[in-house]
């Protein structure tokens, strides 16, 4: 079935350092892909998403790229804040799993100041 | 529209009862999902709807967990006799039905089992 793997975390980065995290899927169909952020205490937010292969999602900084010879979607933001420090989760949804969203066990980065 | 939302945020209840809860998803959204959240986990999905039509269900939803969305609108998940393995985030998202739609998600109810 569908699976999502991510780098295990935490992460702890100064303010300003880039970042880097990586995630690849398995799945048997063309899935969409996400990263989702969830920041203490509140809710899973969709950070950006990408529908197809070469497609780049960006947002508030964050970027990824679909990579489908590789089946890899790496989070990238060359500064990081403090504020950025979340959980952040890679996640794929395909027609073969009916577009429920699969995720990977999420990644915790902490940003000192 | 406020986004999908979840009611109780959060439950408390003793091993063996029975607990109910409820979750309003964005109002044109058709899909609804339920998954579990537990601590340093990523969401595991449990169940989805198309309107009223329960679609799939995982295997962790044991025979005492059910869930329903019978006007396809709100939904209900009940888990019958808890035990403390049931604690955790439950968490409720809605789409649309685009092949290419993403998730929203609730703030998720905290289901403590003493």
């Known amino acids: 079935g569908d699976s999502v793997t991510q780098m295990e975390g935490p992460v702890t980065l100064s303010e300003e350092a880039f970042l880097t995290i990586n995630c690849t899927y398995t799945a048997t169909g063309y899935p969409s892909l996400f990263w989702y952020v969830q920041y203490p205490g509140e809710g899973l937010q969709l950070l950006l998403k990408?529908?197809?292969?070469?497609d780049k999602g960006s947002n508030k900084g964050f970027e990824a790229t679909y990579r489908k010879e590789t089946t890899s979607f790496h989070l990238e933001k060359g500064s990081v804040q403090v504020s950025d420090s979340a959980v952040y989760f890679c996640?794929?949804?395909?027609?073969?799993?009916?577009?429920?969203?699969?995720f990977g066990a999420g990644t915790r980065l902490f940003v000192k100041a | 529209d406020t986004g999908v939302s979840q009611d109780p945020r959060h439950k408390i209840t003793k091993r063996g009862q029975n607990v109910t809860f409820r979750c309003d998803p964005i109002?044109?959204?058709?899909?609804l999902y339920w998954y579990r959240q537990t601590l340093g986990q990523g969401p595991e999905f449990l169940t989805y709807f198309q309107n009223e039509a329960q679609l799939e269900k995982s295997r962790l939803l044991s025979d005492r967990f059910s869930a329903e969305r019978p006007k396809g609108s709100f939904s209900t998940l009940e888990i019958q006799r808890t035990e403390q393995g049931d604690s955790a985030m439950y968490l409720c998202a809605s789409s649309l039905s685009g092949e290419r739609s993403e998730a929203f998600f609730g703030q998720g109810t905290r289901l403590t089992v003493v």
């Open positions: 109002s044109e959204h058709n899909r």
């Open positions: 990408a529908t197809k292969a070469d």
């Open positions: 996640a794929l949804s395909d027609r073969d799993g009916g577009f429920k969203t699969i």
